[in-house]
C-alpha cells in the first residue's frame, strides 16, 4: 500500500516504495490470517479454535462481534451530536468516526463469517425461513441495515474525491433521514446484543446476568464509542497530521467535549450497575471470588476512567483524556469477553474450559490489522481527514 | 441455585413472542398439545449399565459404544454430551452403607417451551405435536446459539465438519416414535429405568411411585415444571443438585425470559423518528431564534446610528443655517453701517 498524493484538498506526503516497515508486518499479519482461514475452511472449527460444546461462543463472536459493534458507536454517537443535536464543533471528526464505524461493522461481519458454520447461508433468515423470536434475527437485521446506512454516510467524502457534484448533493441531502434511521438501528441491535444473553439466567454469573443486559449493553456502547473516537483520533492526527486543517488546540477542545460526554455516560453506566446489584439483590455475591472479580472489572475499567475523564476535562490534561480512553476501551472488552466466555459457565457442570487458540488470536488481530490499513488507503485518498474545499460548511 | 428473574417489560411482552405457546394479549394459556410424549428416567432403578447409550448409538448410527470394553473407569469424569454421544450416564454418588451408587442419564430434555426453538433466527427447531423438539440441519447457519442458550448443557456440535457442520443431540427417537416403536434407550433399558409414555400418564405414573415409596423418592418431579417443563422428566431418591441438576428453577418458561425485551424493539421504531425529529427541530430552532434575535439587534442598533447620525446632521445643519442667518445679518448691518457712515461723510 504506497501513500499517493491526492488530486484535491490539502497536499499529502508521498512516500514511495512498498516495503515500509508498516506495510511489512501488516502483510504478514493478514497473509497468515489468510492461511488460518484456510484451515478453517478445509478441516473445520475444531481445527482452528479452541470452541467446545460447552463454549459455543469464543473470541470472535466475544471480540470481533460483541465488542466490534460497541467500539463501532462512535459513528452514530458523533453524527447524532453534529447532525441532530446541532454540535457543529464536532464536525472535523464525524467523517473519521463514521469511516471507523463502516470498517468496524465491516469488521463485525467478516468475524461472523469466519465463526458460522455454514455462512453462505447468512441471507437464510430473511430469505428462507425466518425466526424473528430470535434477538439475533433482530441483530441480524440491523447490523445488515446499518452497515447500509454507514457505507451511504460514507459516500459523500468518496462523491466529493470523485467531483461528483449531483450525486454528492442528493446524499448529503439524505444526512438527517440516515442519523435518524443510524439512531434507531444503533438503540436496537447494540441493545439487543445484550439481550442475546438474557436467555442464559443459569448459565451467565448473576453479577453480570441482569434483566437490564440491554439497557448495560447500549449504554456502555454510547461511552466506548466516544472512547473509540479519542483513541482513533490520537492515532489518526499524527499519521494524517498533514491533512488535519484545525489546530493542534481547536482539537484538544473537542477531544475535552468528548471527554466530558464519556465521563458522564460512564457515571450512568455505573449507576445502572449499581442499580442491577440492588434489584436482584447481589450485594452478598460481591464477597465471592467472582464478586472479587466483578469488582476489579466495574471499578477499575468503569469509575476509574469515569473520574479520569472528569479530571482530564476539568484540569485541561490530554494525557489523561486519552488514558482514560484507552481504559474505556479496553473495559468494554474485558466486560463483553467476560459475559461471552469468562463469567458464562461459572458453575460449569462438565470438564470442558475455553481459552483460545493463537490461531483465534491472529485471525482477530488480522481483522483489525485489515480495518487499519483500509482505514488509512481510504483515508490517504479520499476527504476523510479534512473538508473538501468546494464543500466546505456544507452537511 | 435458585433462579427467578423477571423480563425485561413483564413477561406478557415476551410470552406473547415465544414460540407460538401462548397467545397474545389474551388471558389464555397453552399447556401444550394433548396427548404429547415424554420420557420418565427413574435414578433409583438405574444401574448404570449403559446399554441406553449403546443402544442410542446404533439407532442413531453414531460410533459403537463397547460398554464392556470402556468398563467402570468411564464413571471417573462427569461426562457431557457430545456430537458422537446423545447420551450419557454419569455416576453422581458413590455407593453408601444403605443404598447402591445413583446415575444418571443426560440428553436433550426436549422443552415444553424450547429456548433453543426461539433463539434460532433461521428457526431449525421444531417442537412437534408428539413431543419431540426436532431440528432441519437444511436451515442451519452454524451460529451456535441454540448451543449457548441450553440450560441442561444437551445441544453438541460437529466442529470438526469444515462444510456441513450439525447441531447434534437427542432427537427423542421422532422416527421411531410415529412409527409406533419405543425410543431406543427405553427399549433398551433391562431395569425399567426408563418409561416411555404419554407425558400425562408419566406424570401420574411418577406421582405413584413417590406416593408408594415414600421413603425412596423425593416428593419432586424434575422436568414436570422447570422452565416451563419437559418431555424428559427425572424422579430421584437424592437431591437433584446432587445430580448435576438445577435445583428450585423458575417454571418460567425461558423463551419468555429471553424475548421480553424484545417488545421493546417496536417502541423504539416507533417513538425515536419522532422524538429525534422533534430534537432537530429544537435545535434548528434555536439556531433560527438566535438569528432572529441577532438581527432584530442589528436593525435596532442600526436604526438607533441612523437616528443619532440624524440628528447630528439636523443640529450641525441647523447650526449652519443660524451661522449663516448671523453671518448674513452681520452683513447686512456692516453694509448698513458702511453705507450711513458713506452718506454721512
Known amino acids: ?395 | 441455585m435458585t433462579t427467578t428473574r423477571r423480563g425485561f417489560v413483564g413477561g406478557a411482552i415476551g410470552a406473547a413472542l415465544s414460540v407460538g405457546t401462548a397467545e397474545a394479549g389474551t388471558t389464555k394459556h397453552f399447556e401444550g398439545h394433548p396427548g404429547r410424549y415424554g420420557l420418565l428416567h427413574d435414578t433409583t432403578l438405574c444401574v448404570g449399565c449403559r446399554s441406553c447409550e449403546a443402544a442410542c448409538a446404533e439407532v442413531n448410527e453414531l460410533p459403537p459404544v463397547d460398554v464392556q470394553l470402556e468398563g467402570s473407569q468411564v464413571f471417573d469424569t462427569t461426562r457431557r454430551t457430545t456430537e458422537t454421544s446423545l447420551t450419557v450416564v454419569n455416576r453422581y454418588l458413590e455407593a453408601s452403607d444403605d443404598r447402591p451408587p445413583v446415575y444418571r442419564k443426560l440428553q436433550c430434555m426436549h422443552c415444553n417451551e424450547p429456548c433453543c426453538a426461539t433463539v434460532c433466527l433461521v428457526h431449525a427447531f421444531e417442537k412437534t405435536p408428539e413431543g419431540p423438539v426436532v431440528y432441519h440441519p437444511e436451515l442451519c447457519m452454524g451460529c451456535r446459539y441454540c448451543v449457548m442458550a441450553c440450560p441442561y448443557y444437551a445441544l453438541a456440535y460437529e466442529y470438526d465438519d469444515p462444510l456441513t457442520p450439525k447441531v447434534m443431540r437427542c432427537t427423542m427417537c421422532y422416527d421411531r416414535i410415529k412409527e409406533g416403536k419405543l425410543p431406543g434407550c427405553a427399549e433398551a433399558c433391562p431395569m425399567g429405568a426408563i418409561t416411555f409414555g404419554e407425558r400425562d400418564e408419566l406424570i401420574q405414573v411418577a406421582r405413584e411411585r413417590i406416593r408408594k415409596h415414600p421413603d425412596r423418592y423425593i416428593n419432586h418431579i424434575f422436568g414436570e415444571h422447570e422452565f416451563g417443563g419437559t418431555s424428559w422428566m427425572v424422579i430421584a431418591g437424592e437431591s437433584f443438585g446432587d445430580l448435576g441438576l438445577d435445583e428450585g428453577m423458575t417454571t418460567e418458561p425461558l423463551p419468555a425470559i429471553a424475548t421480553s425485551y424484545l417488545g421493546v424493539v417496536p417502541l423504539v421504531v416507533t417513538i425515536y423518528p419522532g422524538l429525534l425529529m422533534g430534537m432537530y427541530a429544537f435545535s434548528q430552532r434555536q439556531k433560527q431564534v438566535a438569528k432572529d434575535e441577532r438581527e432584530e439587534a442589528v436593525a435596532k442598533a442600526v436604526a438607533q446610528t441612523e437616528e443619532d447620525a440624524r440628528k447630528k446632521l439636523t443640529a450641525a445643519a441647523e447650526r449652519a443655517k443660524k451661522d449663516k442667518e448671523r453671518a448674513v445679518d452681520a452683513a447686512v448691518k456692516k453694509a448698513l453701517t458702511e453705507a450711513r457712515e458713506g452718506g454721512e461723510a
Not at chain 1, 446476568?209 to 440491554?214: T, V, W
Open chain 1, 1 to 395: 500500500m504506497t501513500d499517493v498524493t491526492v488530486d484535491a484538498g490539502p497536499p499529502t506526503v508521498t512516500k514511495t516504495g512498498l516495503m515500509t516497515p508498516f506495510n511489512i508486518i501488516s502483510g504478514i499479519i493478514l497473509i497468515g490470517g489468510a492461511i488460518i482461514l484456510g484451515i478453517r475452511f478445509t478441516q473445520g472449527l475444531a481445527a482452528t479454535t479452541n470452541l467446545n460444546n460447552t463454549y459455543p461462543w469464543g473470541l470472535w463472536i466475544g471480540f470481533d462481534v460483541m465488542s466490534g459493534v460497541a467500539l463501532a458507536a462512535g459513528g452514530f454517537v458523533t453524527s447524532s451530536a453534529v447532525y441532530l443535536f446541532g454540535m457543529k464543533e464536532y464536525k472535523p471528526v464525524v467523517r473519521a468516526a463514521l469511516l471507523t464505524g463502516f470498517l468496524g461493522y465491516l469488521l463485525v461481519v467478516l468475524g461472523l463469517l469466519a465463526d458460522l458454520g455454514r455462512p453462505w447461508r447468512l441471507p437464510y433468515p430473511f430469505i428462507r425461513s425466518a425466526g424473528p423470536t430470535s434477538p439475533l434475527f433482530e441483530v441480524s437485521l440491523c447490523v445488515a441495515l446499518y452497515l447500509t446506512v454507514l457505507f451511504i454516510e460514507t459516500t459523500p467524502a468518496v462523491f466529493e474525491w470523485l467531483g461528483l457534484k449531483r450525486f454528492r448533493k442528493f446524499v448529503g441531502s439524505l444526512t438527517i433521514a440516515l442519523t435518524v434511521f443510524g439512531l434507531i438501528l444503533s438503540t436496537m441491535h447494540q441493545s439487543t446484543l445484550g439481550a442475546m444473553f438474557m436467555v442464559a439466567p443459569t448459565r451467565l454469573h448473576p453479577l453480570w446476568y441482569s434483566p437490564h443486559i440491554p439497557v448495560h449493553f447500549f449504554v456502555s456502547a454510547v461511552a466506548a464509542g466516544l472512547a473509540m473516537v479519542i483513541v482513533e483520533g490520537m492515532f489518526s492526527h499524527r499519521a494524517f497530521h498533514h491533512q488535519v486543517e484545525i489546530t493542534e488546540d481547536q482539537f484538544h477542545r473537542i477531544n475535552f467535549g468528548l471527554a466530558k460526554a464519556a465521563s458522564v455516560t460512564l457515571a450512568v453506566y455505573f449507576s445502572i450497575k449499581v442499580v442491577a446489584l440492588a434489584l436482584e439483590d447481589e450485594w452478598h455475591l460481591l464477597a465471592s471470588g467472582w464478586g472479587a472479580y466483578y469488582l476489579f472489572e466495574v471499578l477499575g475499567f468503569v469509575l476509574l476512567p469515569c473520574l479520569l475523564f472528569a479530571a482530564g476535562y476539568r484540569e485541561r490534561r490530554i494525557g489523561w483524556v486519552r488514558t482514560a480512553a484507552v481504559v474505556t476501551v479496553a473495559g468494554i472488552m474485558l466486560n463483553r469477553f467476560n459475559i461471552t466466555f469468562i463469567a458464562f459457565n461459572w458453575n460449569n457442570p462438565t470438564t470442558e474450559s475455553y481459552v483460545p487458540s493463537w490461531m483465534e488470536i491472529w485471525v482477530t488481530v488480522a481483522f483489525i490489522t485489515f480495518a487499519v490499513v483500509a482505514f488509512r488507503w481510504i483515508a490517504n485518498r479520499i476527504p476523510i481527514m479534512y473538508e473538501h474545499p468546494d464543500w466546505k460548511g456544507v452537511h
